[in-house]
């Protein structure tokens, strides 16, 4: 745009270069003990390009009576023409106008970056003033959704996210209705402060800070709508936010990679895996751009390299955690969608799920993946490649599921290359729960019994040597949820190895062995699990606590039920297993008896007890007459 020539005003634009260069150069290198030098000094000259401007406002609208007029009546708060203006975006008086507005955002930026949030808002309100009176033009559009997008950052800060969401939604519909209506490459906040003959900002780079500040529209709108729960909004514009800065280049590729693989997690909760697994394949592709991982004797040598090597080692380690829960969720779906009411897989559902599959998930495939594409030609084939080796599409048999069991488990160790037990014992623990989880529902569509048995097995194995390693003191809970998980997995393998029994005319003495151990591994755990309920004294509380309630209720059934279950030709030791199980039985019917609102929680296991307590005595009894008999 052409400006005066004047001594005054070329003073202002070397202010204003200066200035800028102190605000996002210079701050950089202040020191600690006074971290806003430069940017006080950069205030400092604003406040004169303010002062200098309306001096040379007043010169050129002497000049120019007629835009003179119109500015005045703007600034003044005066009625304007029709639609509430008072002058044309790029009329004379709307330049002027523009230029002070510029200038009280940059002051209200500074201010926002000095931590003085009161008066900086105070300036960007000002900056609003004077261009909310101007029709929207390539001249001022870049700097009305610029001012919303920081009014909006700041009274989400201040927790007041309806008042965000209106400045943001106002520089949304500001920018689709700028380029809808024009679309040329509005003018930059710095064009505003260069001398006649200078070149302006290219357009290229112009365009590009443009859809910038759009882009960062949707960003803030993404966590606005996340704030007032509009979970399904706030999926879809953080979706616009990653394709955009993908499509103008303006990304970081480890932080984006991270927000796409968060956002996949939001697509599994909602059972979109079509979607969700591209966010994952993009987030791979993208953080490979950010170069290889440094080996350890580079990292030794270099402060630079252990820092890169620890950063992306970390990042893609976590990326394979949202893979895992990526294959756990879609074979856990699938699962549920199969199962019988006993818990078992429905052979007649497998089938029609099959044959009602066979073209439906193609067609819907391909009409939804039109609109979420991510990347660019540099990564549009890498990214379908990588989707190429996992499928989106529920599991219906064991085949389908070992496919998408083997891509889980090449991540479980990809994840453990950074979380190791070493310094990530939270993060490890749970990396191997969701390797047994992965094993537990693989095991599902098996169908030979002595393979599933192994499955679990090997769940086992990936357990017990941590549960025995904790400590409990200091890691309670993960003990807890370890020591139920193997209690439930020997307990599983049990009846597994009871369904492979009844099968047999008579157990050998091995199965009988081997089925005996299961019942005491699972019974060791689940009473590991009861006894840290228990007070440092060694007491019981009398009345569990809500999210233990269940838990332990069904691990004293379950011990009930693997002490009865226990195979011995010695009558002393059946009637010691049977004496211990009715105790069990009765712990439960008493303790509901007593605490009459936990019977909800154990419904099942409670009719069951009540029987039991009823039917055990008799058992009992007649062992006692055949060891009379004997005897």
């Keep these: ?314 990042k893609r380690s976590e990326i394979a955690r949202c893979w895992i829960k990526y294959c756990l969720n879609l074979m856990q779906d699938a699962k549920k969608l199969l199962e019988d009411n006993v818990g078992e897989l429905d052979l007649d559902r497998q089938e029609e799920l099959k044959r009602a599959r066979q073209n439906e998930e193609e067609d819907k495939e391909k009409g939804r993946k039109s609109a979420i594409l991510f990347g660019s030609s540099d990564t549009f084939d890498s990214i379908c490649s990588l989707e190429e080796k996992v499928s989106s599409m529920l599991p219906l048999d064991f085949e389908e599921a070992r496919s998408i069991f083997l891509v889980g488990q090449s991540y479980v160790a990809q994840a453990e290359e950074y979380f190791a037990m070493d310094g990530h014992v939270t993060d490890h623990i749970e990396i191997l729960q969701d390797h047994s989880a992965l094993l537990k529902v693989l095991a599902f569509f098996e169908q030979d019994l002595e393979r599933r048995c192994k499955m679990h097995k090997r769940r086992v194995d990936l357990l017990e040597p941590v549960c025995k390693d904790l400590n409990a003191r200091y890691y309670l809970l993960i003990c807890r949820q370890l020591q139920f998980e193997l209690a439930e997995t020997c307990y599983e393998m049990m009846d597994l190895k009871l369904a492979v029994a009844d099968k047999q005319d008579e157990p050998d003495v091995h199965t009988i062995k081997k089925f005996n151990h299961l019942c005491s591994s699972s019974m060791k755990y689940y009473q590991m699990f009861l006894d840290s309920i228990r007070s440092p004294e060694g007491k019981f509380p009398e009345k569990l606590e809500e999210d233990l309630l269940r838990p332990a209720l069904v691990a004293k059934f379950r011990v009930a039920r693997l002490q009865s279950k226990l195979i011995s030709s010695n009558l002393a030791a059946q009637l010691e297993n049977l004496n211990h199980s009715l105790e069990s039985y009765s712990f439960i019917v008493q303790y509901c008896e007593e605490n009459p609102e936990a019977k909800k929680a154990v419904e099942t296991e409670l009719e069951l007890s009540n029987e039991m307590v009823s039917l055990l005595p008799l058992k009992i009894n007649r062992i006692r007459s055949k060891m009379a008999s004997c005897n």
């Design 1 to 314: 745009m052409a400006a005066p020539q004047s001594t005054e005003w070329r003073t202002v634009c070397e202010k204003f270069r200066l200035a800028q260069e102190l605000s996002e150069v210079e701050s950089r290198k202040d020191p600690e003990n006074n971290p806003f030098r430069s940017k006080y000094t950069a205030r400092d000259l604003l406040k004169e390009i303010l002062c200098s401007l309306k001096k040379i406002h007043i010169e050129e609208g002497e000049a120019d009576n007629e835009a003179d007029g119109e500015f005045r009546q703007m600034v003044d708060g005066e009625p304007g023409s029709e639609c509430g203006k008072a002058c044309t975006g790029d009329s004379p008086a709307g330049l002027r106008a523009t230029r002070l507005a510029v200038v009280q955002y940059c002051l209200g930026l500074n201010h926002i970056e000095t931590e003085e949030l009161s008066a900086g808002e105070q300036h960007l309100i000002n900056c609003l003033k004077l261009i909310d009176r101007c029709t929207t033009t390539r001249e001022n559009v870049s700097l009305f959704i610029q001012a919303r997008n920081q009014l909006g950052i700041l009274w989400a800060g201040r927790d007041e996210i309806e008042k965000a969401q209106g400045f943001l939604e106002i520089a949304e519909s500001m920018y689709l209705l700028y380029m809808k209506e024009d679309g040329q490459p509005p003018l930059d906040l710095q064009d505003y402060f260069v001398l006649e003959g200078e070149e302006l900002s290219q357009q290229e780079k112009i365009r590009s800070r443009f859809e910038m500040a759009y882009t960062h529209t949707l960003y803030y709108l993404a966590q606005v709508y996340k704030n007032l729960q509009q979970y399904e909004r706030s999926g879809q514009y953080c979706h616009s936010t990653l394709q955009r800065q993908l499509e103008y280049k303006q990304f970081v590729p480890l932080e984006w990679a991270i927000n796409a693989a968060t956002l996949s997690q939001y697509y599994i909760a909602k059972t979109r895996y079509m979607e969700a697994r591209h966010c994952l394949a993009a987030a791979s592709v993208i953080a490979s751009l950010a170069g290889e991982i440094p080996s350890e004797a580079a990292a030794k040598e270099s402060d630079a390299e252990c820092e890169k090597r620890e950063e992306l080692l970390q």
